[in-house]
């Protein structure tokens, strides 16, 4: 058998796609395009592990299809590369992080370039490079100078906005605006302060000024988003997280609620994916209630409740911990329990207050208010289950039709009052069962359906001015600063308390220098070091963007990632328009995609681009689990005994590091090598080995069970790598790695290399295929369209591994077959495709080649073979056309010599032909 060496050949194919640039793609109106992107990477310092590149695999293999299949295809690559990460390791070592980052870079591309990657890195971006954050900060600068406007449903610029107020003040205005937004008329916008009319501005436009809780972690020294607090401490340091309210610069998502929600229906994504979307954005229909507070006329309580007509059954108010009114409700006696209450809380991620169902804590403020339907007191409590930035931040509690609001009234002693589901009745508190879980009500909506109790319950609020219908969102505006050193700087700058924008011709607005990343003496940002860092000698903004800034046009940017004078070419996003395909994990559902969509949506909006979504298809690829193993220490002891003896001694299990384990089976030598402390390990073996146990769980470094691809590589190739992850399982899913299933899948490559060899020598024929090679190859084509076509590519590895057994045992060395295989599996194993390409006397890549096509025919049966059974036992075989009826099937079996032979002289007592499948003689 002829020896592929793997090595050589992909280091061979690596550096001529790079110097040829193989996968460069520029605008080219002659053809359709595919633009096919991954979702950018953080470059960390441990760099990738096996479970990274499976999506890359799958958009890679989509990648170089399609461009087989005739299409210009952009298939970028870059980094994610501002973030709290490279900061914190600045802190601890005083590097600068764009050393750090730069490093950590050169690391994944010596990574992702040894897989084989079809990448285009002429449009490589880096989210921390000023020539890219440049365009950020653009963005930034046209969201500030623009409003939503209701009316048109689409952003426009703030002077138009501000053109309103000076005719006729904003009495007709209909546009996205804060809650506390006040009424003024022309004349006294045009008497208001330059800071007034500033202050009013930043009520209406997309990104602005605000006070906002958020989530604070003092340790850190910055504002943390959701997704990096985990039970009440950061995720990076484990440090105590607060909430606290702060001024920051916000964006207003909530003004594109609606079009993010009825977008969802243009697209193609998962189902789970758009219904997570569904529930963050929350739209629901209802009623803005008020409540007056008793003894104190001054406040007014606005709640908002999809169940108005439930209201009859309000027994007690709940407010958040962060509510700006907390002081004012609490009354003196209270106060104590209170402080302590809300101390305790806001050390709570909303994550937590959101799950938690099993904690109820609350405290009573000391008031009362008013319920507006009966004109009852009721008790205003403090409860982290409420959340400050959802609706009001106060609820009304009707604990008959609300579990939550039931087992907090049952907690404290509160009371429930009875409402009918259904139609809306009295009904008798003895007849009510509150495990049942009926929902209640009473007065004038007896009678009534529930649609229409509610309808009546906000005509009648409405009526007596006590509040009016609303359509409301669960979203909320998303916090846009963050207290750190390494992001994008925001291109503000403050005059008497003003925010200003710098000149666009100015930009952009470069990291300055500084003596320590970390807050200064007085509790500033990082930012607050630099020296002379001034706008003329008027203060910048300190805070910079949060990390999901660069990362929601990113995919922009790469059409045209040169361009100096724009974010991007208007040709260029015309031809190369919405991302086709994007691949990456739906952790990033209720985030980037979000504001990704947002984004997208303000720049077509402002008429930057021709397209409002910038995802047509999302493929969300499954983990890579790691395969744990372990060894079991005898307690007290520097043994280990052997897993299927351990049952015989007290152990501690202890994780070992996969890579000293093969099957199962623990390396001795180097576990003994592995760390100090077991360097004089003693070990009871079974069968003459130490065998380890083994656990599928997430792969983390604290396991021991990463497996860096480049050992896999070095061992087995990229090729052999790129295969098996696709060959692990369908892309969607979790699927648990593991080294000892690879050796297959080496194998079958070697088996393909060795059909255009004998022995040492390259044989290839141009000998006319038979209808067997042509069948194998056609059914291949077949599967393999397919299953690009749909995005399946477990499958069709197996396909290749059948097609080569089957040629292989033809021993088919025939170009027209080969030749054509080698174009199929090339979007898999690129290099051996190469090579082997060149060897069938091509001078270009294999990249150009055409895409086979399928041809049914070769699959279609001319002639079937029937097996002869005697008596019950086989005695001969025929094949006839495919079209022959029974009775011609009949008579050309009882011709043949064998049966004749079998028969002896006798005549069958009936002679039975199934179709297409054997012919029964019985004597």
Known sequence: MAEYNFRATEKKWQQIWKEQQT??????????????????????????????????????????????????????????????????????TGQHPAKTTEDNIARYKEQLANIGFSFDWDKEVRTSDASYYKWTQWIFMQLFDAFYDHAADKAKHINELIAIFEKEGNATVDASCDEDTPAFTAAEWNAFSEKEQSDILLKYRLTYLADAVVNWCPELGTVLANDEVVNGVSERGGYPVERKLMKQWMMRITAYAERLLTGLE???????????????????????????????????????????????????????????????????????????????????????????????????????????????????????????????????????SDTRDFAFANHFGLPVIPVQEGKHTDIAQDDFDPKAGKMINSGFLNGMEVPEAIEAAINWVEEKGLGKGKVNYRIRNAVFSRQRYWGEPVPVYFENGIPKLMKESELPLELPAIDEYKPTATGEPPLGRATDWTYNGLPYELSTMPGWAGSSWYFLRYMDPHNEEKFADAEALKYWNQVDLYVGGAEHAVGHLLYSRFWTKFLFDMGFLNFEEPFKKLINQGMIQGRSNFVYRVKGTNQFVSYGLKKDYEVDPLYVDVNIVSNDVLDLEAFKKWRPDYANAEFILEDGKYVCGAEVEKMSKSKYNVVNPDDIIERYGADTFRMYEMFLGPLEQFKPWNTNGIDGVYKFLRKFWNLFHEGDDFVVTDEEPTKAELKALHATIKKVTYDLDHYIFNTSVSQFMIATNELGGMKCKKRAILEQLVVLIAPYAPHIAEELWAKLGHTESVTIAAFPEFNESYLVEDEKLYPIMINGKKRAEITVSASAKPNEIQEIAMQQEAVIRWMEGKQPKKVIVVPNKIVNIVL
């Open 23 to 92: 996968y460069k793609a520029d605008v080219d109106a002659s053809k359709p395009k595919f633009y096919t992107l991954d979702m950018f990477p953080y470059p960390s310092g441990a760099g990738l592990h096996v479970g990274h590149p499976l999506g890359y695999i799958g958009s890679d293999i989509v990648a170089r299809y399609k461009k087989l299949k005739g299409f210009n295809v952009l298939h970028p690559m870059g980094f994610d590369s501002f973030g709290l990460p490279a900061e914190q390791y600045a802190i601890q």
């Open 266 to 400: 243009e697209i193609d994504f998962s189902e789970s994916l758009r219904e997570m979307q569904r529930n963050w954005i929350g739209k629901s229909k209802g009623c803005s209630l008020h409540f007056k507070v008793d003894e104190k006329p001054e406040l007014d309580l606005e709640v908002f409740t999809t169940r108005v007509d439930t209201a009859f059954g309000v027994t007690f108010m709940t407010i958040a911990p962060e509510h700006e009114l907390i002081g004012t409700l609490t009354s003196d006696a209270q106060k104590a329990a209170v402080d302590a209450y809300v101390e305790m809380a806001k050390n709570r991620s909303e994550r937590e207050r959101m799950s938690d169902v099993k904690t109820i804590s609350g405290v009573f403020t000391g008031s009362y208010a008013i319920n507006p339907f009966n004109g009852e007191k009721i008790p205003i409590w403090i409860a982290d289950y409420v959340l400050a930035g959802y609706g009001t931040g106060i609820v009304m509690a009707v604990p008959c």
